[in-house]
């Protein structure tokens, strides 16, 4: 599971100079040696709705949350996600629950297979021809 470290605040949405500051909090306690990749870091002064004042550590910055598909925020498409099991953002940062898209809730990982479109449409095609040529 990731470790979540709280960190207080300024109590105001996440601006790209409240994140440099939760940075810079950090760096002051000693405690961004400590931070592994991965590790998610929550500005509690943000709030406790959704994911508000989740980022996440990625050996240089703390990366805000992805709200392009979501409200509640994902990990960012810049985050290496498959680096990690699918349990190790469970329960840390939370997803909404969907009785058709997420019925469990759990945390949605967003992939662009765009660079390798040719291949892929390449081997759906083999894969139906080798099915047309079986029946």
Request: glycine residues 8%.
């Amino acid at each position: 599971m990731a470790p979540l470290m709280s960190e207080p605040g300024h109590g105001e949405w996440l601006s790209d100079s409240s994140v440099v500051e939760c940075e810079a909090e950090l760096k002051r306690a000693g405690a961004l040696k400590l931070l592994r990749v991965g590790d998610v870091v929550w500005d509690v002064a943000v709030g406790d709705e959704g994911n508000l004042g989740r980022m996440v550590w990625d050996r240089s910055y703390l990366i805000d949350l992805d709200y392009k598909y979501s409200r509640m925020g994902e990990l960012s498409p810049y985050f290496h996600s498959l680096a990690f099991s699918p349990s190790y953002f469970h329960r840390v940062i939370r997803t909404g629950v969907n009785p058709v898209v997420n019925p469990g809730g759990n945390p949605i990982v967003y992939l662009d297979v765009s660079p390798w479109g040719q291949e892929l449409a390449a081997n759906l095609q083999l894969l139906q021809d080798r099915a047309t040529t079986a029946t």
